[in-house]
Nanobody
Framework: QVQLVESGGGSVQAGGSLRLSCAAS????????MGWFRQAPGKEREGVAV????????WFADSVKGRFIISGDNAKTPLYLQMNSLKPEDTAMYYC?????????????????????WGQGTQVTVSS
């Protein structure tokens, strides 16, 4: 059974940094789309950053471009989200997600409904 487990959330002041980690188990798909999503109270879940493992590309929400970095080469190593210059509007529950793999040259979407596996989430709170 595929499991995704997030860690690294916490509370930080605006302008600070956090690094989230996602460890996958029993996940064997290659050239997969893996990434980070977030959901604030009363809002829909939104894509933050995704990566095509095995040498594919990365994609970011406009709201985090230039501030967040995603890294993860394959499902056997942790998926990371380095979050810099954090803002209060970044406050949300952050989820790791993965799909069932595909072609390494294909685009990974930021749409949550395209992902098959989800972690339990880790809370990020940014105070002003």
């Amino acid at each position: 059974q595929v499991q995704l487990v997030e860690s690294g959330g916490g509370s930080v002041q605006a302008g600070g940094s956090l690094r989230l980690s996602c460890a996958a188990s029993a996940y064997t798909y290659s050239h997969a789309c893996m990434g980070w999503f977030r959901q604030a109270p009363g809002k829909e879940r939104e894509g933050v950053a995704v990566v095509r493992t095995g040498g594919g590309g990365t994609w970011f929400a406009d709201s985090v471009k230039g501030r967040f970095i995603i890294s993860g080469d394959n499902a056997k190593t942790p998926l990371y989200l380095q979050m810099n210059s954090l803002k209060p509007e970044d406050t949300a529950m952050y989820y790791c997600a993965a799909d069932r793999g595909g072609d390494w040259f294909s685009v990974c979407t930021l749409r949550a409904d395209e992902y098959n596996y989800w972690g339990q989430g880790t809370q990020v709170t940014v105070s002003s």
